[in-house]
């Protein structure tokens, strides 16, 4: 492995002290890290069970990233895309991901998967999503304000998988906690006890998921209900249809990253437009013109999911850097889509921005994120059901962010209107 000159520890991408200082201070990080003429590797510290791989490569600027992203034969999704890497045995105990395997098997499984984000799928999707964020905000009227993520960005996205699949309404509590317990083990770890304890609780819920799916999986079966879940057991894409295994990972991706990037996204979103009144101004003022823009811009400026973990296939030359089978990459979202190269005044939050080719939904290619155009939906239904039912609505006080740094989630935010 060819390593390049490590940066000051202020800026160790790997220490779980990066990750807890604020979002401006990590974002000044990023911008030095891309003024560096190569990636720059970064040592992890081993945790026995849980951790393993020797460190990573930083890539940082918007190039990087996208080249990465196109050449999935070179960059592996394969064995994991999450960083830190999980042990082996992991995928041993619930089943491999789509997002974590190459083409071929990643090819099959999208096919078979995709129609439930075809744009007739979606299309006759948007009535429900309708009528779930207005009680959403009949709701909010009726209890009045108290934490937008719990009242607002984390009902509609959960609410909208859980219609598609066919998931009953006594099944759903559940399926919620198990989706909140999922997403607070990602990302740095501070202690191996802590961890141990994480990714118990962690290992529990996506398991719980995974057995509630299959188990409404074989009632569909047998007894197909016209939702999601009975397509998928009954689907022949060319001979082919998920396996009971299959189909439980894909039902634990799609709550966990499908519910975050809209959740997220939200969540921030609402503080974004407090904060830059002038541009919810300007969305305000003529909402279909400028809403698709808007929703781009926040999926930029906030990149709901902060990063993705690559493996090295082959010698590869990347900038003047040689990459060596086995090599590990990481590429950091939220950097790209900072680049100053390719977003001019980056740091202003603009819902004009044009163009605005940000990564915030993966880079191009195979594993381009197969629910960002129902994320755009449910944002775009959302925030038009927010600022015409509720035009004083506004975030109160600073979000409350989970320390992470895969998901740049919010666990809370204050709102009043």
Sequence with gaps: ???????????????????????????????????????????????????????????????????????????SSEPAVTNPEPPG?????????????????????????????????????QGDIDKAAARIVDDVLAEGPRDFVGQVAAKLPIHVICDMMGIPGEMRAKVHDHVDVSTAYTGVRPSLLRSARMAGRNMFALLALQRLVIRLGRERAAAPAGDLVSALVTANVDGERLTWRELGSFFALLLVA??????????????????????????????????????????????PIMQFRRTVTQDYDLRGLHLSPGDKVVLFYGSANRDET????????DITRKPNPHVGFGGPGPHFCLGANLARQEIRTMFRELLTRLPGLRAVGEPELLLSNFDNSVRSQGFAF
């Design 1 to 75: 492995m060819t390593m390049t000159t490590a940066v000051a520890p202020s800026a160790d991408l790997a220490d779980l002290a990066f990750w807890r200082r604020p979002p401006a201070a990590r974002h000044e990080a990023f911008a030095r890290l891309r003024q560096l003429e190569h990636p720059v590797f970064f040592a992890e510290r081993r945790v026995p069970l849980l951790r393993s791989g020797a460190g990573f490569y930083a890539l940082v600027r918007h190039c990087d990233v996208v080249e990465a992203s196109r050449n999935a034969k070179v960059f």
């Design 89 to 125: 045995w992991v995928k041993h105990v619930f089943g491999e991901s789509m997002v974590n395997m190459d083409d071929p098997r990643h090819a099959r499984l999208r096919r078979i998967v995709s129609r439930a984000f075809s744009p007739k799928m979606l299309s006759g999707l």
């Design 258 to 303: 499908g519910n975050e990037t809209a959740r997220n996204t939200m969540a921030h979103g609402i503080k974004l437009l407090t904060d830059h009144p002038e541009q919810r101004e300007l969305l305000t003022t003529d909402f279909d013109a400028h809403i698709g823009g808007a929703i781009e811009e926040m999926v930029r400026y906030v990149s």
């Design 342 to 349: 390719v977003f001019p005044d980056a740091g202003r939050f």
